[in-house]
């Protein structure tokens, strides 16, 4: 399986993350790459540099006000004078019956979920790198290859059409499902990492033609809180096509994978013709934020539950944070798909 991977995701290194009150560094760190792409290497998988597709692909996904916002954020926020060395609101309005601001400090608060999507002075162009090695990944597939992985930092399935929040800007895995959509009448987007993909779950909510399914720690004690339970299940021509799967606290292999055999088939009664996996290695039992508890192992059987699916597939880097194990959990994921295709 060929990967997509671009360096220019260090353009964005931020350090603000606040838990239980508490800042701290953030777990969402360039080394995350690194060892993600150690883990290619060690897979022989060859790499492939993206193309830069422009604001197209993006903009099929993300509305004109919030590109813009986050496209000029950093050079507002600097002009301001006495500004911090990262852009988090002091305000998220819940914009009922409220006006779009002109403030920079006024856009940020309307443009972002939680704190924990600090913008720094190269997180746009980082971004942007990342949804162009989803779209190129997509590309891919659409020209023919049977299944690309697209290293993405940072991640994106958390992001709203709108809204920033959980690390994510751009909703890669949105991104690179509009542009299968361009030849597919039908695609499911199956979300495995440990965290609910809340934004993909908004962009998609009242869509019949883009299925959405999250395998993640169920929202009762994990983030995002307030999304991703199982009475979810889209809204207008779009009901019936979420689907989540919310499991308990240290779930292990066998129950993940049965999890998984859920989600297919909710997805082949929907007969898509292509598939995005929104590919979080979170759900690791060594994973700093300690969800679920899938071994090495476990992320070989579900690459080989995924092959099964028998669908052209984009695989999105999602979550996945620093432990020994996250590149060998990435090896492990695409060489148990590869045997089982
Ligand atoms: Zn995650």
């Not at 009922?96 to 162009?125: E, F, R």
């Not at 992001?159 to 030849?183: M, P, S, T, V, W």
């Amino acid at each position: 399986m060929k990967a997509v991977y671009s360096d220019l995701h260090r353009s964005h290194d931020p350090q603000f993350f606040l838990v239980r009150g508490v800042v701290q560094r953030t777990t969402e760190q360039p080394e995350r790459a690194d060892r993600l792409l150690a883990g290619l290497k060690a897979g022989k998988h060859t790499l492939i540099e993206p193309t830069k597709f422009g604001q197209g692909p993006r903009a099929r996904v993300h509305s004109p006000e919030y590109l813009s916002f986050l496209e000029g954020a950093w050079d507002e926020w600097s002009a301001l004078g006495n500004a911090g060395p990262e852009m988090i609101a002091n305000m998220h309005p819940v914009r009922n019956a409220g006006t779009y601001p002109t403030h920079i400090v006024g856009k940020l608060g309307w443009h972002t979920v939680d704190t924990a999507a600090p913008i720094g002075p190269g997180t746009w162009a980082g971004a942007c790198a990342s949804s162009d090695v989803a779209v190129t990944a997509a590309q891919m597939v659409l020209d023919g290859e049977d299944a690309v992985y697209a290293l993405c930092r940072p991640p994106g399935h958390h992001a709203y059409r709108d809204l920033a929040g959980g690390f994510c800007f751009l909703n890669n895995g949105a991104i690179a499902a509009e542009h299968l959509r361009q030849k597919h009448e039908r695609v499911a987007i199956l979300d495995v990492d440990v965290h609910h993909g809340n934004g993909t779950q908004g962009i998609f909510y009242e869509r019949g033609d883009v299925f959405t399914v999250s395998i993640h720690a169920d929202p009762s004690f994990f983030y995002p809180f307030v999304w991703g339970y199982a009475h979810e299940r889209g809204a207008g021509p779009g009901l019936g096509t979420n689907l989540n799967i919310p499991l308990a606290k240290g779930t292990g292999d066998d129950d993940y994978v049965k999890a998984l055999a859920l989600a297919e088939k909710a997805i082949r009664s929907f007969a898509p013709t292509a598939l995005v996996v929104a590919l979080g290695l979170d759900a690791s039992e060594k994973d700093p934020l300690a969800g679920l508890a899938v071994t090495t192992d476990g992320f070989r059987r579900i690459g080989e539950a995924l092959a099964r699916f028998g669908l052209p597939t984009v695989l999105v880097q999602e979550g996945g944070y620093l432990s020994d194990i996250l590149g060998a959990n990435l090896t492990a994921v695409l060489g148990g798909f590869e045997a089982a295709r």
